[in-house]
């Protein structure tokens, strides 16, 4: 009887342990993330700009949902006319014996493929360089034409155009036929040259394409290429096109479904999209009223959000200052500005700690304690 309650004693002892234990260090109970106060607190304060959802409307810019921008004034129509690198072959006929060109017969004399030099000229027997860059065919094939006749009787002449190097373009990266595509006044638009090239991007909506033109760079969306008129541009001679995928991506921390990098499904994403993709929150842990985005943002963009001195307290002499962004999703308004509220590659979403998770934690380890305590004391 002694023995048996000296057992139950002992036992007894270290489950009072374990639950001394549990109450003077519940403080230091694992977590997911930081609470609404620890975002709040004077140090990050003084250190970071912390703005509202609700204070931005749809007329912030470069905040809210938006497309590629159509550049303007770059259509252009390809020319016919020869230049500098083109092949044309040549082929003239003489009606009389003993032509210059056909010799003892009657008859044609091809003259092979001439290729227009950086002089923009072409060589011609008995006649010498004649220009041909800035020429259609049919204008070359006249003024040869013109020129034979104080040479040859009654010359006929045939202008075949063998290959336009001088009306390429090149495009390379998500395409199966990378490489020189050559131009010509019913195929230069952006979408045919792109199908003619086979693209293989597996998500148009996330493929950017780059055409360079004169050291400058204009960038379109291949989804927008497609179903927009003004962004299916027209290319021009010696442009380069490349595709590539874009990759944007943004990390998820604290209370929510899943704590990783979430890949863009889609190029346009929201706030409310992106706490979507992370898997809701938490109902245990979360705070509704504690989710926030953090994101370096321009200052011209903070000036138009903030007041000026809190601008300055924070980085005066800053092109960029660290911004946190307050989404509570208890307000509708706040909810309705997030709906339209575009996501960026590299942010940060972190949903806080409801105050009473931690005491929920507490609760669930007495309730296990004192589960332990009945057993022990039922030996």
Same mark, same amino acid.
């Given at each position: 009887?002694?023995?048996?309650?000296?057992?139950?004693?002992?036992?007894?002892?270290?489950?009072?342990?374990?639950?001394? &234990?549990?109450? #003077?260090?519940?403080?230091?109970?694992?977590?997911?993330?930081?609470?609404?106060? /620890?975002?709040?607190?004077?140090?990050? =304060?003084?250190?970071?700009?912390?703005?509202?959802?609700?204070?931005?409307?749809?007329?912030?810019?470069?905040?809210?949902?938006?497309?590629?921008?159509?550049?303007?004034?770059?259509?252009?129509?390809?020319?016919?006319?020869?230049?500098?690198? /083109?092949?044309?072959?040549?082929?003239?006929?003489?009606?009389?014996?003993?032509?210059?060109?056909?010799?003892?017969?009657?008859?044609?004399?091809?003259?092979?493929?001439?290729?227009?030099?950086?002089?923009?000229?072409?060589?011609?027997?008995?006649?010498?360089?004649?220009?041909?860059?800035?020429?259609?065919?049919?204008?070359?094939?006249?003024? =040869?034409?013109?020129?034979?006749?104080?040479?040859?009787?009654?010359?006929?002449?045939?202008?075949?155009?063998?290959?336009?190097?001088?009306?390429?373009?090149?495009?390379?990266?998500? $395409?199966?036929?990378?490489?020189?595509?050559?131009?010509? &006044?019913?195929?230069?638009?952006?979408?045919?040259?792109?199908?003619?090239?086979?693209?293989?991007?597996?998500?148009?909506?996330?493929?950017?394409?780059?055409?360079?033109?004169?050291?400058?760079?204009?960038?379109?969306?291949?989804?927008?290429?497609?179903?927009?008129?003004? +962004?299916?541009?027209?290319?021009?001679?010696?442009?380069?096109?490349?595709?590539?995928?874009?990759?944007?991506?943004?990390?998820?921390?604290? +209370?929510?479904?899943?704590?990783?990098? $979430?890949?863009?499904?889609?190029?346009?994403?929201?706030?409310?999209?992106?706490?979507?993709? &992370?898997?809701?929150?938490? /109902?245990?842990?979360?705070?509704?009223?504690?989710?926030?985005?953090?994101?370096?943002?321009?200052?011209?963009?903070?000036?138009?959000?903030?007041?000026?001195?809190?601008?300055?307290?924070?980085?005066?002499?800053?092109?960029?200052?660290? $911004?946190?962004?307050?989404?509570?999703?208890?307000?509708?308004? %706040?909810?309705?500005?997030?709906?339209?509220?575009?996501?960026?590659?590299? /942010?940060?979403?972190?949903?806080?700690?409801?105050?009473?998770?931690?005491?929920?934690? $507490?609760?669930?380890?007495?309730?296990?304690?004192? %589960?332990?305590?009945? +057993?022990?004391?039922? #030996?």
């Amino acid at each position: 009887m002694l023995v048996n309650c000296h057992k139950k004693m002992s036992k007894l002892c270290l489950v009072s342990a374990a639950l001394f &234990s549990v109450f #003077f260090t519940g403080c230091s109970l694992p977590q997911s993330g930081p609470s609404s106060s /620890d975002i709040k607190n004077d140090q990050v =304060l003084a250190e970071y700009l912390i703005i509202p959802m609700s204070s931005i409307t749809s007329h912030t810019p470069n905040l809210t949902i938006e497309t590629y921008q159509a550049h303007n004034g770059i259509s252009a129509i390809v020319s016919e006319t020869l230049g500098v690198g /083109d092949k044309v072959g040549i082929t003239i006929w003489e009606t009389a014996a003993e032509g210059l060109y056909t010799g003892s017969s009657k008859g044609s004399a091809d003259l092979g493929v001439r290729v227009i030099n950086n002089q923009g000229t072409i060589n011609i027997p008995y006649v010498g360089n004649i220009k041909a860059s800035g020429l259609t065919p049919e204008q070359l094939r006249l003024n =040869l034409t013109s020129l034979l006749r104080s040479k040859s009787i009654d010359p006929q002449v045939s202008i075949r155009v063998e290959e336009r190097l001088s009306k390429k373009i090149i495009i390379q990266g998500l $395409v199966t036929k990378a490489g020189f595509i050559e131009l010509s &006044s019913n195929q230069n638009s952006l979408s045919n040259i792109i199908a003619l090239a086979g693209p293989t991007a597996q998500n148009p909506d996330l493929t950017e394409v780059i055409v360079e033109r004169n050291g400058e760079k204009i960038r379109r969306i291949l989804n927008d290429i497609y179903t927009t008129p003004n +962004a299916n541009i027209n290319l021009l001679p010696n442009d380069s096109v490349v595709l590539r995928a874009l990759s944007p991506r943004f990390t998820v921390l604290g +209370a929510t479904g899943k704590q990783n990098l $979430v890949s863009f499904p889609k190029l346009n994403l929201s706030l409310l999209e992106a706490v979507a993709l &992370s898997g809701g929150l938490q /109902d245990e842990l979360a705070n509704p009223e504690g989710v926030y985005l953090l994101r370096a943002e321009s200052q011209d963009i903070v000036q138009q959000l903030s007041a000026s001195e809190m601008v300055g307290k924070v980085g005066a002499n800053s092109s960029v200052l660290p $911004v946190i962004y307050e989404l509570n999703m208890r307000d509708p308004k %706040s909810l309705f500005a997030a709906k339209n509220f575009a996501i960026r590659d590299g /942010d940060t979403l972190i949903a806080t700690n409801a105050s009473f998770a931690q005491v929920r934690k $507490v609760l669930s380890a007495v309730s296990d304690v004192t %589960s332990l305590t009945r +057993a022990a004391t039922a #030996f």
